[in-house]
């Protein structure tokens, strides 16, 4: 039986106003304008593994990417269940590599041992302090950073976001990603998302709009998803 897959995992690059969005073992890139429809896609649906060569072979381009986030320049994380690998995705030109890894969360980050984490990771999106990154499972979240790789208390969406509180965002996240606008990010859950504006360590974030389909809000996307496995 097939399953219809919208937005698994996502990451903005370095380069302005492009996102990477993973739809498991496919992915796209696109140029988006927050608050805007002005989308346009810049790479067609594709197979991971076609355009990230050092990925082919491994869980990431097999089974897919079920969360990422992006670390300095043009470097991320990315995770398949219980795998994790730090990449250079080198934008743009076919020569990303694996920095680290393939290994497993608890090995990439040991503050994340004996966790809800460790198991798999939902979504994340960069903070606007150091290196500090939010991450989600289920309906938990912490915030660890990626350089120590030292995590926070975890605690439910709703006590650290409020305002998810009532939504479909309230028991989960299927996915995130920070804009290229600071303190916004996006989040997704099955077909839908909201644009969010953060105030990191504190509990008066505000959406941005209304929760919406995701091919209204990001009309480039129409005929791509949902995508059938």
């Known amino acids: 039986?097939?399953?219809?897959?919208?937005?698994?995992?996502?990451?903005?690059?370095?380069?302005?106003?492009?996102?990477?969005?993973?739809?498991?073992n496919k992915y796209v890139r696109l140029?988006?304008?927050p608050g805007e429809s002005g989308d346009e896609l810049l790479t067609p649906l594709e197979l991971v593994s076609a355009g990230f060569p050092s990925l082919a072979g491994t869980p990431f381009a097999e089974q897919g990417i079920d969360c990422s986030f992006n670390t300095e320049g043009s470097e991320a994380y990315i995770f398949s269940a219980r795998n994790?690998?730090?990449?250079?995705?080198?934008?743009?030109?076919?020569?990303d590599r694996i920095l680290v890894g393939p290994t497993t969360i608890a090995?990439?980050?040991p503050g994340l041992k004996n966790t809800v984490f460790?198991?798999?990771?939902?979504?994340?999106?960069?903070?606007?302090?150091d290196k500090e990154v939010y991450i989600f499972k289920g309906n938990h979240y912490t915030r660890i950073f990626y350089d120590t790789k030292i995590p926070g208390d975890i605690a439910d969406i709703t006590e650290g976001f409020p305002v998810l509180k009532g939504t479909i965002f309230e028991n989960g996240i299927d996915a995130c990603f920070s804009s290229h606008v600071e303190n916004e990010v996006y989040l997704f859950k099955g077909d839908e998302y909201v644009r969010m504006?953060?105030?990191?360590?504190a509990t008066n974030d505000t959406?941005?709009?209304?929760?919406?389909?995701?091919?209204e809000g990001w009309p480039s996307l129409k005929g791509i998803l949902p995508v059938t496995e």
Not at 85 to 93: C, S
Not at 197 to 201: A, D
Request: aromatic residues 18%; glycine residues 6%; proline residues 7%.
């Open 1 to 24: 039986m097939s399953a219809t897959v919208y937005i698994n995992a996502a990451f903005p690059s370095i380069k302005p106003f492009q996102v990477y969005f993973f739809m498991k």
């Open 107 to 109: 090995e990439m980050f």
């Open 118 to 129: 460790a198991e798999g990771v939902d979504g994340a999106f960069r903070s606007t302090i």
């Open 197 to 201: 504006k953060v105030t990191p360590h």
């Open 207 to 215: 959406l941005v709009g209304d929760v919406t389909p995701i091919v």
């Open 31 to 33: 140029y988006y304008i």
């Open 84 to 95: 994790c690998a730090y990449i250079d995705y080198a934008p743009n030109t076919g020569n």
